[in-house]
Every structure is written in C-alpha cells, then in structure tokens.
C-alpha cells in the first residue's frame, strides 16, 4: 500500500468512479453549475461574504504521485495582491493560485455526489497519472 502523506481528500476523478465528462479544449478554468453552487453554498455555510470571498484552487507537492489539490476558501483581495488568477461564475469567484495555473489550464471544477463519497473534483486533461487512492496525480 502507498503512503499518500498528509493529502487532503479532493479527489482526482479516473474511469472507474465517474463517468468521463467531456471538458471544453477552449476552457482556461471552468466549473460546473453544480460545482458553484456548492461553493455559493460553503462560502454562505461559513458565515463568509460570497463577494469578498472565494473558492482557492492550489496544486501542491504532496502524496505518493507528486501533487494533490489544496481546495479552501480565501478573500479576494488577497488573491487579487498575490497575483492569482479570478474566475467569475455569476457571483461566485474560483481563485486559482498563481503557479498552478498552468497545472490546471482547460480543467473543470465540478461536485459529485456518490454513496462513497461526495466532493469538489477537478476533471484535470492535464494529469498524465494518478495515485491508487485517488488523491495526488503526476501532470504530463
């Protein structure tokens, strides 16, 4: 069995949990409806202004692949000051760090509800391959 450290669980979508969604080549970053509505709704649950805060996306060095997601929220304005990148889905923002923006160019933020697990995923074209827990992924 693999030691995937101290990965936090955002799960890294293969064939056998879900089925493939086809991602937009022309995206540079996009999420489902689904996707922003459970962020409208996280932001909202933690008592948070959903126009000062924001859903951060970030690819961090971690797990027995080499990088998992970091999913949290953060403000605005101090994504906005580190130079990261902004997505605006209606009201609500993906802030996606700097540096792993390339990590992630045409990906898709989406939500999925199984009876094993439920979830922000990120249905990467990007990952050449991934860790047998489904957490850290290697980029091509």
């Known amino acids: 069995m693999s ?7 955002v799960f890294v979508p293969t064939k056998d949990t879900v ?3 086809p991602v937009d080549p022309s995206l540079t970053f996009g999420a489902t ?4 509505e459970k962020v409208r709704h996280f932001i909202q649950k933690d008592d948070k202004d959903i126009c000062t805060h924001g859903l951060r996306v970030q690819v961090v060095k971690d797990g027995c692949s080499g990088n998992s997601y970091d999913i949290s929220l953060g403000t605005i304005s101090d ?3 580190n130079g990261d990148k902004l997505f605006k889905f209606g009201d609500v ?3 996606v760090e700097k540096l792993s923006y390339m990590f992630v160019i045409g990906s ?3 939500y999925v509800e199984t009876l094993l697990m439920s979830g922000f995923q ?3 074209p990007n990952v050449k391959k991934q860790c047998s827990c489904g957490s850290s992924f290697s980029i091509k």
């Open 93 to 95: 923002t993906i802030i």
């Open 122 to 124: 990120i249905n990467n």
């Open 33 to 36: 409806d689904v996707a922003v």
């Open 108 to 110: 898709q933020l989406d």
């Open 79 to 81: 994504a906005t000051d």
């Open 19 to 21: 089925e493939k969604k």
């Open 3 to 9: 030691d995937c450290g101290n990965v936090k669980k």
